[in-house]
C-alpha cells in the first residue's frame, strides 16, 4: 500500500500548478507536498515534474502518469463522499459570490433551504459581479450570467434564460412603439451588460447595437430607469417585476437569452459542503420556468 502514498500530492500539484496551491487546497503544509511527490519519484525512478525557479510543469512521464492517475482520485473521491454525505453534518461557512435579480429571488432562498437541512452550517453570499479569485478569497464556487470567457474554470449550467423587451407607457406614449429591432438605433435603451442586443425570429437574426441615457450592471437599477420612462430595456424576464407602468416590445422577436452558471475552480478541490450544495441547486433548478 506504500505504493499508493504521494500520488493524491501529485495530482494536486499536477492541476493546481504548484505545490503552494496544491498545499492549501489538501489542507498540508507546502514541505508536506513537496516530500510525498519526491518519494513518490524515487519509488517510480523518475521525475514526473520539471521544476525551475520560475514554474513547474509535468515532465511526458508525469503527463503519462496523472491522466492514469485521475480517475483513482476521482473515484476514491466518489466513494468517500457516498459514505460521509450520509454520515456527517456539514459545518464551517460556505462561501459563494453571486449576482443579479436571479441569484438574489431565486438563489438565496434556494440556499436558505439547503441551509436548513445541516444546523451547524453558515453561508457567506456576496452579492458583486466582479471576477473573483477562488482561492486567494476563499470562495467556494460563484453564480454568473451570459457567456463565460474561457477562464480553465469549470462551468455547469444552471438555467436558461429567455429574454424580455419592455418600456413604460409614458416612453411609448411620447416616442412610439418600435415594430422591428432595427428601429432601436432611433431609441433610449437602458443598457444593463451589453449593448449589442440579440434578437430573434424564425431563422432570422437581428443584432442590434443601442445606445441611450442610463446604463447599469444591477438588474433593478435598470427596472427602475426602465418604470422612470427613460428608455426600452432588454433583459430576462425574471429580472421584472409585476408592474402596470411597463407593457413589452418586439414580442416576437425575443431571443432565447443566455444561461446562469454555477462556476467554481476545480471540483477535486472542493469541499464536501460546496459539491453538496452545488448538486442541490442543480437538482433545486432542474425544472425551473421563467
Not at 506504500?2 to 500520488?7: K, L
Not at 479569485?133 to 470567457?149: K, S, T
Not at 434578437?199 to 438588474?219: C, H, L, P, Q
Request: hydrophobic share 40%; net charge neutral.
Amino acid at each position: 500500500m506504500d505504493s499508493f502514498e504521494g500520488i493524491i500530492e501529485f495530482v494536486a500539484v499536477a492541476e493546481s500548478n504548484g505545490f503552494s496551491a496544491a498545499a492549501k487546497h489538501l489542507g498540508v503544509s507546502t514541505s508536506h507536498a513537496s516530500r510525498q511527490v519526491s518519494r513518490l519519484e524515487a519509488r517510480l525512478g523518475c521525475v514526473l515534474l520539471a521544476r525551475t525557479t520560475r514554474r513547474l510543469s509535468l515532465t511526458n512521464e508525469g503527463l503519462a502518469y496523472y491522466r492514469q492517475c485521475q480517475d483513482l482520485v476521482t473515484g476514491l473521491q466518489v466513494a468517500n463522499e457516498q459514505i460521509h454525505s450520509k454520515q456527517l453534518q456539514l459545518s464551517g461557512t460556505l462561501r459563494v459570490s453571486a449576482a443579479g435579480t436571479f441569484a438574489e429571488q431565486s438563489v438565496a432562498p434556494a440556499l436558505m433551504a439547503f441551509a436548513e437541512q445541516y444546523p451547524e452550517l453558515n453561508i457567506e453570499m456576496d452579492f458583486d459581479s466582479r471576477r473573483v479569485n477562488f482561492i486567494e478569497e476563499g470562495v467556494d464556487f460563484a453564480i454568473r450570467y451570459g457567456q463565460l470567457q474561457d477562464s480553465g474554470l469549470v462551468a455547469r449550467k444552471l438555467i436558461d434564460r429567455p429574454m424580455m423587451a419592455a418600456a413604460s407607457q409614458q416612453y411609448l406614449q411620447k416616442y412610439g412603439v418600435p415594430e422591428n429591432p432595427n428601429e432601436l438605433v432611433r431609441h433610449s435603451c437602458i443598457i444593463s451588460n451589453n449593448d449589442h442586443w440579440q434578437f430573434n425570429k424564425g431563422n432570422e437574426s437581428y443584432k442590434v447595437k443601442v445606445s441611450g441615457r442610463w446604463r447599469s450592471n444591477n438588474a433593478q437599477a435598470v427596472f427602475n430607469a426602465c418604470e422612470q420612462g427613460l428608455g426600452i430595456a432588454y433583459m430576462p424576464k425574471s429580472s421584472f417585476i409585476q408592474s402596470n407602468k411597463l407593457e413589452p416590445v418586439l414580442e416576437p422577436y425575443w431571443g432565447s437569452g443566455s444561461s446562469s452558471w454555477i462556476v467554481y475552480q476545480n471540483r477535486r478541490f472542493l469541499p464536501l459542503r460546496a459539491r453538496l450544495a452545488i448538486d442541490y441547486l442543480l437538482k433545486y433548478f432542474a425544472d425551473w420556468k421563467e
